[in-house]
């Protein structure tokens, strides 16, 4: 191409893009959407990373499959936090509304285009967007467009629910407190500002659900993007040889490994890690367990209780298991060769990871959008298995179920069909994420959209 003036000018132009990224204040967020923000930032274009200091800290120190290269092109901008007591952590993010307004409208007076990416749960808090001529925003969504769709449901009570399936769907009961529910409600009328949607899914695994997402009046009239699964499907470049996981792993068959982990919010009780523990040596599968408590509101203050497995343990199973009790490198973890199972309770991250690197899955949801995942990645994807219905999460799952379960999944000639299913499925996905699939176009498309 000719250099002159006229692409000159536009260079600036788009440089004049300035994109501000607005997770909600929890870890699980704060993640995805550091990765989203790298992803964007990939294409030359300045990012904003906007939250309390603390959790842009956390944001940083916990960065999975992120390059330290790439995380140091975001601008982390640290809003100030209130004063005094504060009653609940949804309290907590409504106060945010004010300094983020005023950070927004400072950006917007001196650039060309502001460009607000905020978790559904913010959105009450960038309404100032519609105030602002040169600002626009979407909507990042970290749920999967199938839960997002039945949630709908719940919520605002649309006629979604004609569906076939979703009269065999789990009932979507205490899947949150009433508090988080009305929170999740009251952000709904303030959505109505927003230009569109991204989604952190592949058509190639949801495009059904995405479809009939968008004929849902919330959906209806915006852009959407499925730009999924956005993390490094090639993981060579990221240095985590070091890591006692993917040693031990190293060193054991292929398909052979177990990988159980529970995320961020979970607390099991001490029963529950009893049964387990039972259930996993008489399985005597291979597996890496991660155990760790879940996290107290500030991963820095906050003690964290030591999770105590039954008396012998780790002695006992130290020739076929691996207990890890601090942040493990998931997606690598996944992406082994020797692992063949994934033990989870379906966080959407988790689920989209072990899709992605063709991993089945042992569901095991415990609130929020989980036992939706698990209905997904069991009845419809036929990539799991499910270890507990939703309509028994009161009841306590036995050593017997775990050890089941875990063997079908690992040594059985139904666990390898679904295990060839789950390999097929993540090689399609990794497909669309490269130059000309599905996920790819789409991202492009958003990029070409927002620098128009
Ligand atoms: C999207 O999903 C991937 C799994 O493919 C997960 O690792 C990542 O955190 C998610 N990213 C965003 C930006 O939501
Ligand atoms: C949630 O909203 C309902 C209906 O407005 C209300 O009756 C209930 O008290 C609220 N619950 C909480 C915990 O805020």
Known sequence: ????????????????????????????????????????????????????????????????ALKPSDIAKIHFHDLPSGRGEIPTFWDACTLL??????????????????VVVHDPLMSYNVQVV???????????????????????????????????????????????????RNFSVSQIP?????SGDIHNTSKVIEGKYLDLLAEVEIYQNK?????????PTKLDHISNRNNICLEWLNKQPRNSVLYISFGTTTSFSDREIKELARGLEQSKQKFIWVLRDADRGDIFTGEARRVELPEGFEERVKEVGLV???????????????TGGFLSHCGWNSCIESITMGVPIAAWPMDSDQPSNSFLVTEILKIGLIVREWEKHEELVRASTIENVVRTLMRSKEGDAIRQRAEELGEAVRRSTEKGGASRMELDSFIAHITR
């Open 324 to 338: 890890v009790r601090e942040w493990a490198p998931q997606p690598e973890i996944l992406a082994h060769s020797s």
């Open 130 to 180: 519609s105030s602002l001529p040169n600002a626009e925003s979407y909507m990042f969504n970290c749920v999967s467009a199938f839960s997002s769709y039945s949630m709908i449901g719940l919520f605002v009570r649309l006629s979604v629910q004609h569906e076939e399936f979703l009269k065999k769907l789990p009932s979507l009961e205490g899947i949150m407190t009433d508090e988080a």
């Open 1 to 64: 191409m000719e250099i002159n003036s006229e692409n000159l000018a536009n260079n600036e132009l788009i440089s004049e893009v300035v994109v501000v990224i607005v997770p909600l204040q929890a870890q699980g967020h704060l993640n995805q959407f550091l990765q989203f923000a790298c992803l964007i930032s990939s294409y030359g274009l300045s990012v904003y990373y906007v939250g309390l200091a603390n959790y842009n800290h956390q944001a940083k120190v916990r960065a999975n």
């Open 97 to 114: 509304r004010d300094p983020i307004a005023s950070f927004v409208r400072d950006i917007s007076s001196k650039s060309r285009r502001v």
């Open 190 to 194: 303030h959505m109505n500002i927003r």
């Open 223 to 231: 852009k959407q993007w499925a730009i999924g699964p956005i993390l």
